[in-house]
């Protein structure tokens, strides 16, 4: 975890902190309760993060030790750590709200289902069990200091706050592009330079099956209808104004096409294993959230649809992890 994001969650689990320690007290406390001193003596305040046992399992490490100690000089409330898998998540915290045991703060992911639900909508179906941030955060000023907190509003109002932020882009192994002439520029060249890379023993692209499901052609798809169609052509077929039958979107789905005729190989692994695999030298491209933190691997614009089409300026980007408070009663 890099210094500068260490603050950043240390800065908003004391807003979350001091919000939560304040909800169900009385008018004027609640509206001084950005004030890290205003509560005498210590309380402690459960946190409840997740971990994915697929990747490094239960990160509890020095470090967010190092934050709660923080937390706690600057507003005298001590964070009792409390860690659970990805795996079955959702369950556990509507078994926790149905016996009234559902930690103070709650770490959630809007994009993973686990089986059991997701965080987008526990978020919706739980929202009146849960505190409601919006005017704290206008009155301030803290709006404005968020990109989007639109994944985490329902009906218009505030629940959650992210702590991150990912964009899809195209990663590609240097050495291998280096090898294979350089980057491709066009998608005609995307689509060639992927057929050589075939051709000499290497896997083109990376692309997943689980249980006869692949995410990546998906992803890769928005990156192509991003090229073809742009944003605004986008926001018109979302809106009923365009159709899928339009020239645009037709020369996504052929692109689509043609890169499903270069047979590339799907590898029966979960997501995160695709990514280890990617970096273990042998796939050229991947198109993912994932950045790769190693010298040999590099981002590139996605190829442009032809010569004379300059690379949209639009970037697929979510915020899907973030952190939401339990609303406590009022006394």
């Known amino acids: 975890m890099n210094r500068s994001k260490e603050i ?3 800065k908003l689990l004391i807003i979350l902190l001091i919000l939560t320690s304040c909800s169900g007290a009385d008018d004027d406390l609640y509206e001084e309760s950005y004030n890290p001193v205003l509560e005498k003596g210590t309380k402690e305040l459960t946190l409840r993060y997740q971990f994915n046992p697929r990747i490094s399992g239960d990160s509890s490490d020095d470090r967010l030790t190092e934050m709660y100690d923080h937390i706690e000089e600057e507003t005298g409330l001590s964070i009792i750590s409390d860690s659970k898998s990805l795996d079955g998540y959702i369950a556990i915290l509507k078994n926790e709200l ?7 703060i709650i770490q959630i992911n809007l994009m993973y289902d686990d089986g059991s639900g997701d965080g987008k909508s526990f978020l919706h179906e739980e929202k009146e069990n849960l505190l409601d941030l919006t005017d704290f955060l206008k009155e301030s000023g803290l ?4 990109y989007s907190l639109e994944s985490y509003k329902v009906d218009g109002r505030v629940y959650g ?3 991150d932020g990912s964009t899809m882009q195209l990663y590609y192994n240097k050495a291998l592009v280096e090898e294979l002439g350089g980057l491709p520029e066009t998608s005609e060249d995307f689509i060639s330079f992927m057929k050589e890379a075939k051709n000499k023993g290497y896997n083109p692209i990376a692309i997943d099956e689980e249980d006869g499901f692949s995410q990546m052609p998906y992803d890769l798809f928005q990156g192509i209808l991003l090229e073809t169609a742009g944003r605004e052509k986008l926001y018109e077929l979302m809106n009923g104004e365009a159709s899928w039958f339009n020239d ?20 029966e692994m979960y997501t995160d294993e695709l990514y280890n695999e990617f970096l273990s030298g ?3 491209f991947m198109y993912s959230y994932f950045p790769p933190n190693q010298d040999n691997f590099c981002v590139m614009p996605f190829p442009t649809v032809s010569s004379s089409h ?10 899907p992890s973030g952190y939401v408070s339990r609303k ?3 006394n």
Do not use: C, H, T, Y
């Not at 979107?249 to 270069?262: G, N, P, V």
């Not at 300059?310 to 915020?319: G, Q, T």
């Open 8 to 10: 950043w969650i240390v």
């Open 98 to 104: 149905s016996r009234g045991e559902l930690p103070d």
């Open 143 to 146: 709006m404005e200091k968020f």
């Open 161 to 163: 706050l992210p702590i």
């Open 248 to 267: 645009e979107f037709i020369a996504a789905l052929q692109l689509m096409e043609e890169i499903a005729q270069l047979g590339i190989p799907r590898l």
């Open 282 to 284: 042998n796939i050229v």
């Open 310 to 319: 300059e690379n949209s300026p639009s970037l697929i980007a979510n915020f």
């Open 328 to 330: 406590r009663k009022s």
